[in-house]
């Protein structure tokens, strides 16, 4: 079925989309009168050849005071604050775009920055920094960074013989601090003075006071290795700066072993706190802030994972602050139980000061028509943020439509499940809709109301062109604790699948979306439901999908324990059963979260009716997805094809799970738009 081409209106839109600065890493000024912060693309995608990042400047509970600090052509991120507040230092690959970072002092007065940025540590590093944060005292600062390449390294490559042997050749990120008055560095790895050997990897760090700091380590660098071998924190302590002698000694000292990954960590009232999964060996089950002394050594829970789960835990001035998800609202707690923001929309960044004897919060947040911008509030009932940042300007008088949620029960009514309609018109239409249903991924995420409440645009550019978007936060969904989460660790392709159509059936009979005008599709796990959504089309309910977009989605388990980066660890974790080489040959439970063991069937069954049950699919897939790799989509293309099928398989060069080209979005986005338009447009009545 033909479509007309779309008008230069369609591309335009989506590129100013694209093109949106998206407000990350926000830092209150130790004064708590400033706000220094950082925006890149969405999800650090690229325009032009390399990632750039901008740094930007505002003043506290001033209305669109924020102002540029860094030209926006290279990648200037990770901004903190000195805590004298007299310079500030931030990450940035500005002498040589995308191939070397440094870390580099800003002198400011009186809260403005006055002379040129300067490098504290080599210019000529070709190994991304990955975290820094200064000391207490301000004398030092602490960063993370492997080590360089050897000449041996370099010679191998240039020759190509630079062949890999696993285990032998992992390149861990170490620890460092540089003096700020000599720029003398040391590299806290090999032999402490007392000989104790530390090579591990590490992935996190936080200052406990100006001579000791947690590190967070793995024994390697491999992905995977925090969820084989768990994660194990130590404390570091390093000599003071006033001799150079005294300066270069470290002792290590581990504390604590976690039997997963902890992407979280800060330290404060004398323990340091962490996010950790629960149960804590799992990580696509619930997430809650934990704490432990370094004289105990053993993980206390603290708060959440019941009915809510914590993504982040910070320190302000040595008190705990945890950002969470709860339900459909993102909120900001100061530990133990005193709550200090709600919001009913996503917070994609936060930072917390005291100022004074009160508290000073600073966000980054969305809603269905306002892109993200950065508020400042204090913690107090009364408080109404103040928009700082005018970065969505584009869009400012633009209104892409309206946010509902709804409950419904569970189909084997065990639980309550949340949904989002989104529909262009600024209150619910009279008429049912045609509607597309976006799965999220994870499954350990959740969709709530923000400007880009997906991914990648589809959201606002979707209900710009007419067509509502139905979102689903299926069991194993963040945002609900534990018991809801760990439904993912039964076994995908059950619990979630049912979900999902389930909300869907609810917003058809709420009269919100149209049940002969609905579409699916989604990226990763959300892609992983879509297929299976198209093999089992109609089998729960009266109606069916019309058409599918996968993008980068699991048609087969048991080839994704053996082909994904995550194969052995966070993909086994989600099986039925387990990998295939723990499993009899005779074992098959694993075909439950794979869609192309139900395609021969459902093809006997639909020309058996002679009706439509596996849709017309556009399958989109990234030719360098390690996550959810090609040969998933291709599988499902080849199924297609052999039966005669319709479908559209699209494959995008050099991309990763993401996909980190702008173009490639663009792309992306016109052909669901042409996908919408030619199975559910508003002349395209369901006729299976």
């Known amino acids: 079925m033909a479509t007309p081409p779309h008008p230069p209106e369609t591309r335009q839109l989506i590129e100013h989309l694209c093109n949106l600065q998206v407000p990350n890493d926000i830092q209150l000024s130790p004064t708590a009168n400033h706000i220094l912060y950082a925006t890149s693309l969405s999800y650090d995608h690229k325009k032009g050849k390399h990632v750039v990042s901008t740094l930007w400047l505002a003043d506290t509970g001033k209305q669109d005071s924020s102002r540029q600090l860094t030209s926006g052509n290279t990648r200037d991120y990770h901004p903190r604050w000195h805590p004298q507040e007299d310079c500030i230092a931030f990450i940035s690959d500005r002498a040589r775009p995308g191939e070397q970072w440094a870390i580099y002092l800003w002198q400011f007065s009186q809260g403005l920055p006055f002379g040129e940025p300067h490098p504290i540590t080599d210019t000529e590093n070709e190994r991304p920094i990955v975290a820094f944060e200064f000391s207490p005292d301000g004398r030092r600062l602490a960063f993370l960074c492997a080590d360089p390449k050897t000449a041996e390294d370099k010679a191998r490559e240039a020759h190509g013989e630079d062949w890999k042997v696993w285990g032998q050749e992992w390149v861990n990120v170490r620890l460092r601090t540089v003096d700020l008055e000599t720029k003398a560095v040391v590299r ?386 989600l099986s039925a059963g387990g990998p295939p080489w723990t499993m009899p040959s005779t074992f098959t439970g694993n075909r439950q979260a794979s869609a192309i063991w139900e395609v021969s069937a459902a093809v006997q069954s639909a020309r058996k009716d002679q009706t439509m049950i596996i849709p017309p699919m556009l399958i989109m897939q990234s030719e360098n997805d390690e996550r959810c790799p090609i040969a998933q989509g291709v599988g499902m293309r080849r199924a297609l094809a052999h039966h005669g099928l319709p479908y559209e398989f699209v494959a995008y060069p050099r991309q990763n799970h993401m996909l980190h080209e702008q173009k490639f979005w663009i792309d992306m986005a016109e052909r669901l738009l042409r996908w919408c338009d030619t199975y559910i447009g508003v002349s395209t009545a369901y006729r299976g």
């Open 188 to 573: 806290h790895a090999g032999k402490d003075h007392s000989s104790k050997s530390f090579d591990d990897h590490v992935t996190a760090l936080c200052w406990r006071d100006s001579q000791s700091l947690a590190v967070v380590h793995t024994r390697t660098s491999h992905i995977e290795e925090p969820f084989l071998s768990g994660s194990k924190v130590s404390l570091v302590k390093i000599g003071p700066v006033d001799t150079p002698e005294m300066a270069q000694m470290w002792s290590i000292e581990e504390f604590l072993a976690i039997p997963s990954a902890i992407p979280s960590i800060a330290w404060a009232d004398e323990a340091l706190y962490f996010i950790g999964g629960a149960p804590i060996d799992k990580t696509c089950g619930g997430r809650l802030v934990y704490a432990a002394s370094t004289s105990s050594g053993e993980p206390k829970r603290v708060a959440f994972g019941q009915v809510n789960d914590a993504k982040k835990v910070i320190s302000v001035n040595g008190q705990a602050i945890a950002y969470v998800e709860h339900g459909l609202r993102d909120e900001i707690w100061m530990l133990p139980n005193t709550l200090l923001l709600s919001l009913p929309q996503r917070i994609d960044a936060l930072h917390v000061g005291r100022s004074g004897d009160g508290l000073t919060l600073a966000i980054s947040t969305s809603d269905i028509n306002t892109p993200a911008e950065v508020y400042s509030l204090t913690a107090s009932p009364d408080s109404a943020p103040v928009r700082l940042s005018n970065h969505g300007a584009v869009f400012r008088n633009r209104q892409f439509g309206s946010c509902h949620f709804f409950k419904c029960a569970s189909r084997d009514h065990e639980v309550d499940l949340d949904g989002i309609f989104l529909t262009p018109s600024p209150r619910l239409a009279a008429e049912p809709q045609p509607t597309v249903v976006l799965i999220h991924g994870g499954p350990t995420a959740r969709d709530t109301n923000a400007f880009d409440s997906y991914l990648f645009y589809w959201t606002p550019f979707l209900l710009n062109h007419g067509y509502s978007v139905v979102l689903t936060n299926y069991r194993g969904s963040s945002g609900r604790g534990e018991a809801f989460a760990s439904y993912s660790l039964r076994g995908v392709g059950k619990w979630d699948h049912e979900d999902v159509v389930t909300i869907t059936d609810h917003a058809v009979k709420l009269g919100f979306a149209d049940q002969d005008r609905l579409m699916v599709g989604g990226i990763s796990q959300g892609g992983f439901l879509s297929y299976l959504c198209s093999t089992r089309n109609g089998s729960l309910f009266p109606w069916k999908f019309n058409a599918a977009v996968p993008l980068n989605g699991v048609t087969e388990t048991d080839t994704l324990a053996l082909a994904s980066d995550l194969g052995s660890s966070l993909e086994t974790e």
